[in-house]
């Protein structure tokens, strides 16, 4: 009697998906006169959401490029379709990062992730889906997976804020991701604005101190 074959054999599916997302770039005006520049990915909350990029433009580093502020990095603030979520999209984000990278002078060991409210929850996902490849993380007034944080981004540098009288995103989404992040020995830094309410992002993001500790932080050299 012939032995019967395997019922089962492996099989391996691969196909590139179609990813399109429009976003706002902005280049140091000296771009051309350095090898490698930082990379700030921004990701908005939303209220603005849609096919507008001018919508992306009202809060965060876009808002600041806007004012006329210099910042000496690359920043890159894609925006989120009309229905959809940050946190939905890791994929397509990091889709993106790896067109940024191919296309512009990044330096690799300095990609800062960062975003408000509904930004700030895709800032906790999306670092957590690749947490090799951020130097650090500012999530403002967001939330996540603590479990999944505490698991993922042990080692990576974040500084988390949040408003106090917030009722639109509890103070306590960013009191759980932190709380995970110390038991599982991440020095995690935290700071809670004890007056603002849902925009604690502006102050976050006009103070000098929390740009040159972001710009601080670099991935260990590759051997």
Not at 93 to 116: M, N, P, Q
Not at 144 to 160: C, F, Q
């Amino acid at each position: 009697m012939q032995a019967a074959g395997p019922r089962q054999s492996a099989e391996t599916f691969k196909k590139q998906v179609p990813v399109e997302l429009d976003y706002l770039l902005y280049l140091p005006s000296d771009y051309e006169q350095k090898e490698a520049w930082p990379l700030v990915v921004f990701l908005h909350g939303a209220g603005e959401r849609g096919d507008d990029l001018d919508k992306v433009k009202v809060h965060g580093p876009p808002k600041l490029v806007e004012e006329g502020k210099d910042i000496p990095a690359i920043v890159v603030s894609p925006q989120c379709a009309t229905g959809d979520w940050w946190a939905k999209q890791p994929l397509e984000l990091s889709a993106l990062i790896d067109e940024i990278e191919e296309k512009y002078k990044v330096d690799k060991r300095r990609i800062y992730l960062t975003g408000l409210s509904m930004g700030g929850y895709g800032t906790w996902t999306l670092g957590a889906y690749t947490p090799d490849r951020f130097a650090a993380l500012l999530p403002i007034c967001g939330g996540g997976n603590p479990r999944e944080a505490a698991r993922r981004l042990r080692k990576t540098p974040i500084w988390v804020f949040h408003g106090g009288k917030d009722f639109v995103v509890p103070v306590s989404q960013s009191e759980e991701m932190v709380e995970a992040l110390k038991r599982a020995g991440n020095d995690v830094k935290f700071t809670v604005y004890p007056e603002a309410g849902h925009d604690s992002w502006t102050e976050t993001y006009d103070d000098p101190e929390v740009w040159k500790w972001m710009f601080d932080q670099q991935l260990p050299a590759k051997e």
